[in-house]
């Protein structure tokens, strides 16, 4: 792949939302909160959350800087698969990051067979034991704006601000409820502020044995 050919189209919003959630998957594994990152990287905060939440493009030049920061040298199927989503990764990877290397693998493939496919990353216990911390979740997005359907159902919700919620949903005619397994409240989202809800039918663990 010619990267500063590709480099030269606009990208969307959609791809830039993926190359963000690509950037988080990133981080996260890596071990790094926000700020963290930012003086590691010595990169504004504001950046790299409007990078994270694909508010605008990670550019080619951050995304260098951030491989050669998490790798230690540049590696261009790192550095394709963070900017296009490339599978190719590079073969000196240590042995120890072989099952992020399969789920990154399971995730690619996930979004690339499924039309209005999404793939978000658990970042808490609040749904435990069904979904864990460092998990990976997929579902097809719902394709209207009716979301009685949904009612009762574990999905990912997506609001217009960026943020991403997981959880029961409870469906009233304004309002999107939120509950964990328990029939606890865990978030209350217009559906003026829905930006999609998805479904959950795909769990990758961290664990591949356990990915169902």
Known sequence: MNLKVVENFVASEHSARQRGERLKICRIRHGYCMR???QKLGIPESTLYAWEKGRSPLSLKGAKKIILFLEGALSSGRLEWLMYGESALHPTIPPETSDDILAIKDVNYFIQSRHHSVVKVVL????????LPGDYV???KNGSRNFDKLDG???IVQT????TYF?????TRLELKLYSLHNEM???????QVDYVASITWIRRKDARLAS
């Open 160 to 163: 217009t601000e960026g943020d």
């Open 138 to 140: 997929g579902g097809i």
């Open 36 to 38: 963290e990152f930012s």
């Open 186 to 192: 865990l978030q209350t989202i217009s559906v003026d």
């Open 167 to 171: 959880g029961v949903v409870g469906v």
């Open 124 to 131: 808490n216990d609040l749904l435990s034991p069904c979904l």
């Open 153 to 155: 159902v574990l999905c």
